[in-house]
């Protein structure tokens, strides 16, 4: 990564921890901190990955996926699930890691103490699309067993080690999910 991509990345992450936590941090390093949220911590976390979310949802598809497609150095791609109540289609820009043909998440919601919707709408029906750079495939969606969770997760917090302080602060395991090309 350049300097200037790095130095943005640092900025966003560093705007962000401190909106939230009232102080700066490293994204490349485990700080250790596994204490729960307070109460307002939580509501301005909702509140800027909320912002966060629908903006980059805008961004990727008005764009055709040129821009917004990474954020804090992790790609990002768009996953549309089915509303399980409501039957209608709701897109979400989720960090992947790419494993050949499979697609690897991690359902964080942003170190949230709930499971996101996306992954309860993809639990309930399990056809997903998923839009990479433009361009959109069917995939198939299924949560990763424990066995493939341990085999996996070295390499993803490896990637991105946020995601294993995030879990310990959150205080509920993360689900790993694997999508497949449908078909």
């Known amino acids: 990564m350049s300097k200037i991509g790095s130095a943005i990345k640092s900025l966003v992450f560093n705007v962000i921890h401190f909106f939230i936590l009232g102080e700066t941090g490293d994204l490349e390093k485990k700080t250790g901190n596994t204490k729960k949220f ?12 909320q912002l966060v979310t629908k903006a980059n949802v805008w961004l990727l598809k008005i764009s055709k996926g040129r821009l917004g497609n990474s954020f804090l150095g992790m790609p990002i791609l768009l996953l549309t699930t089915i509303g399980r109540k409501s039957g209608k289609p709701r897109t979400q820009p989720v960090y992947f890691v790419r494993d ?10 942003g170190g949230s103490p709930d499971n ?23 995939m198939t969606f299924r949560v990763a067993s424990a ?14 080690p946020m995601w294993q302080e995030v879990e310990d602060r959150s ?12 078909g």
């Open 116 to 138: 996101p919707t996306w992954l309860l709408n993809a639990q309930a029906n399990p056809a997903v699309v998923i839009e990479i750079m433009g361009h959109k495939q069917d």
């Open 171 to 182: 205080q509920r395991v993360f689900p790993v999910i694997i999508l497949e090309p449908a």
């Open 38 to 49: 307070t109460r307002s911590q939580e509501q301005r976390f909702k509140a800027s990955r």
């Open 147 to 160: 066995d493939e969770k341990a085999q996996m997760w070295p390499k993803l917090t490896g990637l991105f």
């Open 100 to 109: 050949g043909q499979r697609i690897v998440l991690v359902a964080s919601n």
